[in-house]
């Protein structure tokens, strides 16, 4: 059973620094890891997809990695802004299954 | 407008009544999915579909009842509620299964069983 895991649970920093978060995941055939940004009181959002047989994905100040052999997976947030305050949830789909498996997700506080 | 969206967006109804939450996206997606989120669970699949006709059973399907006429709409019906089903619920959406497709999600119905 494939499961996903991320840690921290939660992460607090000062505005500007560069981080990264974790994310792990046990069954190393997937189609794909997505990305997601969750605000309090809202929907999830798509930040990032990453094919199986891609490295890594950019948007902005954004960038995923993936490792599918070790199954693992980062999200590399650069120069960081309170605006990037959310929950990050990491989601991989499985090859011959229709859905998602998500992770619990990482609450980031970015403190101005 | 392009995109998903859920009807109610907030709803309050009583023990026993039927709800019905309401999905509907324009991108044609083959795949739709139905989740509900609660503190200390994350999100949990209730209940999926492939296409129009077709649905299938996710973790947590019961007292939950869906229908899909149309591959636009997907229907999520409570058919007696109970408090348990207190709770955020999130459409989504997904044009197939391969590495090309994200997943997309509605803006969620926050749902009272009092």
């Known amino acids: 059973k494939q499961e996903v895991t991320q840690i921290p649970a939660a992460l607090s920093v000062p505005e500007g620094e560069n981080l990264v978060l974790n994310c792990s995941f046990t069954?190393?055939?997937?189609?794909?890891l997505q990305w997601f940004r969750q605000d309090p009181g809202k929907g999830l959002t798509s930040l990032l997809l990453?094919?199986?047989?891609?490295r890594e994905q950019t948007s902005g100040r954004l960038n995923a990695s993936l490792d599918k052999s070790s199954g693992r997976s980062t999200l590399y947030i650069a120069a960081s802004q309170p605006g990037d305050s959310a929950t990050y949830l990491c989601?991989?789909?499985?090859?011959?299954?229709?859905?998602?498996?998500f992770g619990q997700g990482t609450r980031l506080t970015i403190n101005p | 407008d392009a995109g998903i969206t859920q009807s109610p967006r907030y709803k309050i109804t009583e023990t026993g009544r039927q709800v019905t939450l309401m999905c509907h996206q324009t991108?044609?997606?083959?795949?739709m999915f139905w989740y509900r989120q609660d503190l200390g669970h994350g999100l949990r699949l209730i209940y999926y579909?492939?296409?129009?006709?077709?649905?299938d059973k996710g973790e947590v399907p019961d007292g939950y009842v869906v229908s899909r006429s149309k591959t636009e709409n997907f229907p999520l019906t409570l058919e007696s509620a109970t408090r348990s089903q207190t709770s955020v619920y999130f459409c989504?959406?997904?044009?197939?299964?391969?590495?090309?497709?994200?997943?997309?999600f509605g803006p969620g119905t926050r749902l009272t069983v009092l």
């Open positions: 989601a991989v789909l499985i090859q011959g299954a229709q859905k998602l498996v």
């Open positions: 989504a959406s997904r044009e197939g299964t391969s590495g090309y497709n994200e997943q997309f």
């Open positions: 991108w044609s997606h083959s795949y």
């Open positions: 579909s492939a296409a129009a006709d077709i649905t």
């Open positions: 990453i094919q199986s047989s891609q």
């Open positions: 069954d190393s055939a997937i189609y794909n």
